[in-house]
């Protein structure tokens, strides 16, 4: 989720994302932002308007500021509670005074600055001269992005020097033809994007070293050295438009989307007692209001930024000016005049895309190196840190390749610390397919006093609501079920265990039972195939062996886990893997290649649809074969493509991987050995 002020008129970016369904116009009254009746009469905007698209699954918060500098107070505000500004430059008259004090006021709050040259399809338009007024006035660091091929009525293509590609629109705009840059144009778009590449290494060292290398930076890292530029205002990135005819809103939006900082990269905001306020939905609740309206047939309205924490209607909190409590009422996520109700609003960071394990070379700095991680997440929460006991690694996410990147960078360089990456293990589960019966003794004899403990148990696979079980014919010999006691425990990892205790005849004494199902625990946690844990079992105990003095808990817990894993293999075991929805936003040209690479990652495709004007391809697809996806579809569509996973089941893995899963497993323990 993004934050953005913007300096011009965004019914484009609204069409373009679905929000309304025909272009407004000012010179026909309807447009979004401009809903004020004296808005709507003098034909510009006289009040900043906060709106929300989604785009290839983010969400931009956006809020239309005023461009007369009459009306500068509304863009004040508005970028006290932005992370992004996007001034817009007239193409007929270049930067104007009103231009250059919104410049000036991002300035003063260190907020990042796009120049987005509009109406380049006027006669008197002169991209060139635009761009020498623009380093001029605001320095070196304007650097465009973007160069229209030819202005005036002629108007209709860019040479984009980041993706270097040709993009081209019919006479009514929207979707753009992409194509190779021409002959006549490769030369100067080669020399513009030499431009660009110096300008996004020169905000990262690691960057900055690799330019002098190789005087080259791949798409990903140019992406990231400008996403750096931008937050310490070292590169302003020029983009090219033509908001009438609908042309270059979309590779706007993409960029935004994909490239601009995020809330997190940003520097921390400070309250009014002075105390940092990181934007995270686990922190304390704290809100920042910057604007109030009073609106026909609804009366106060108040706007807020949740800096941090969730908000929900209802809830107390403190004025920090008056310490007085205040209430808050109905709660709206804002879309212009129109408002959605809402039920919370939380501070939100994006979802992780790109995962490593990650070790120190010497184990000895482990701990060391775990206090550099949690300090490096305090800077930037986006790089998120798990110690997973099933795994038995640390694993770090990221939003990236090139961000789990940087951060390695930093801990060799920065701490002195040494560490490597590996591929994080996959969270499998195992379960059993039918009944099996084992037996095992525990007997040890060591001079005084010894081991002993004899169990007999069934296992079975479970369901919710099967009923209990009242025989088992096994090999031909019936087994009759006498339940005396039954726990259905819900396992932390998913699944259950029930454990019945069906002993008769006292053949087990009672007090026994409790070490058996820790026994039995202690293989559910590490499963008898591959480590992983077990899930979906019933286990019944229905005969045993106790001796009246060398029988103790320690003896039952080893013949219990002995014995269910000796059933647990005869069981048809199955490994299972985690399987994930997958969404993919993808523009139509790329639609071929990204569902082939899909499908030699074992992915189920489950339907496609148009989204805003992208293609939206859904997927269910095992997680071990998203291990590298944010690289791949990185190349396969030039960084056009985006995507998002959520957790959906576990499913039976083919049993060619089954059993390299086991004979992998088989050599670890050998190893450890």
Not at 248 to 277: D, T, Y
Not at 338 to 350: H, S, T
Request: glycine share 8%.
């Amino acid at each position: 989720m993004y934050t953005l002020a913007t300096f011009f008129e965004n019914k484009h970016l609204k069409y373009e994302a679905g929000i309304i369904k025909r272009r407004g116009t000012v010179e026909g009254k309807n447009t979004m932002s401009d809903y004020f009746p004296v808005e709507q009469e003098y034909g510009y905007s006289v009040f900043s308007t906060v709106f929300h698209v989604e785009w290839n699954n983010k969400k931009l918060n956006i809020i239309d500021c005023p461009g007369s500098d009459d009306f500068v107070g509304g863009s004040i505000t508005a970028m006290n509670v932005t992370d992004q500004a996007v001034i817009l430059i007239n193409g007929q008259y270049g930067p104007e005074v009103g231009t250059m004090n919104a410049f000036r006021n991002t300035e003063k709050l260190k907020k990042p600055v796009i120049f987005l040259v509009n109406q380049l399809d006027r006669d008197n338009c002169d991209f060139d001269q635009i761009l020498n007024n623009l380093k001029e006035v605001y320095g070196p660091n304007c650097v465009p992005v973007q160069y229209p091929i030819q202005t005036g009525a002629g108007f209709n293509s860019v040479i984009d020097v980041l993706l270097m590609k040709k993009y081209s629109w019919k006479p009514e705009g929207g979707a753009p033809i992409i194509e190779d840059i021409p002959a006549d144009q490769l030369e100067k778009a080669k020399e513009w994007k030499a431009a660009l590449v110096e300008a996004a290494a020169a905000g990262d060292d690691t960057l900055m070293e690799k330019f002098f290398e190789s005087e080259d930076l791949s798409e990903d890292e140019m992406r990231e050295g400008i996403r750096k530029g931008l937050v310490t205002r070292s590169i302003f990135p020029v983009f090219c438009v033509c908001a009438g005819r609908d042309m270059g809103v979309r590779r706007l939006m993409e960029f935004l989307g994909n490239v601009v900082p995020f809330v997190s990269e940003m520097p921390v905001i400070k309250n009014a007692a002075g105390k940092e306020v990181p934007a995270d939905a686990n922190g304390p609740e704290s809100l920042y209001f910057f604007k109030t309206g009073v609106e026909p047939h609804i009366g106060e309205v108040q706007y807020f930024k949740v800096m941090s924490g969730v908000v929900k209607s209802g809830d107390d909190l403190t004025n920090a000016d008056r310490g007085s409590k205040e209430r808050m009422g109905t709660l709206y996520a804002c879309a212009g005049a129109n408002r959605i109700q809402v039920d919370e609003l939380r501070a939100k960071y994006p979802n992780s895309k790109f995962s490593r394990a990650i070790k120190a070379v010497n184990e000895a700095e482990t701990e060391k190196m775990m206090a550099a991680l949690q300090k490096m997440r305090q800077e930037d929460p986006t790089w998120v840190v798990e110690q997973s006991k099933e795994l038995r690694q640390i694993i770090v996410h990221g939003q990236g390749e090139f961000h789990l990147r940087t951060l390695k960078w930093r801990m060799e360089n920065n701490e002195k610390i040494q560490v490597e990456y590996q591929e994080p293990k996959i969270p499998y589960r195992e379960t059993i397919t039918k009944m099996a019966r084992a037996d095992y003794r525990h007997k040890k004899q060591s001079g005084g006093a010894g081991q002993f403990g004899e169990v007999h148990l069934i296992v079975e696979p479970y369901t919710d609501g099967m009923p209990d079980p009242t025989s088992f014919t096994i090999n031909g010999q019936e087994f009759k079920m006498n339940i005396k006691s039954k726990e259905e425990k819900d396992l932390e990892w998913g699944g259950k265990l029930v454990f019945i205790n069906s002993v008769v005849g006292g053949a087990i004494d009672m007090r026994f039972m409790p070490a058996i199902l820790k026994g039995i625990m202690e293989r559910m946690e590490q499963g008898p195939l591959t480590g992983s844990y077990a899930r979906d079992v019933r286990v019944i105990v229905y005969d045993g062996k106790m001796h009246p003095v060398d029988s103790n808990e320690l003896s039952f817990m080893l013949a219990a886990r002995n014995a269910f894993s000796a059933a647990f293999k005869e069981a048809g075991p199955k490994v299972l893997e985690p399987i994930y929805d997958l969404e993919v936003l993808v523009p139509g040209d790329y639609m071929g290649d990204v569902m082939s690479d899909l499908q030699g990652r074992r992915a189920i495709i489950m339907g496609m649809d148009s989204e805003a004007g992208y293609q939206k391809l859904s997927a269910k697809i095992p997680l071990k074969e998203l291990a590298s996806y944010s690289i791949a579809l990185s190349s396969l569509t030039g960084g056009r493509a985006s995507f998002t996973t959520q957790f959906s089941s576990y499913e039976l893995v083919p049993n060619d991987i089954q059993q390299a899963l086991i004979k992998e497993h088989e050599a670890e323990m050998k190893e450890e050995d």
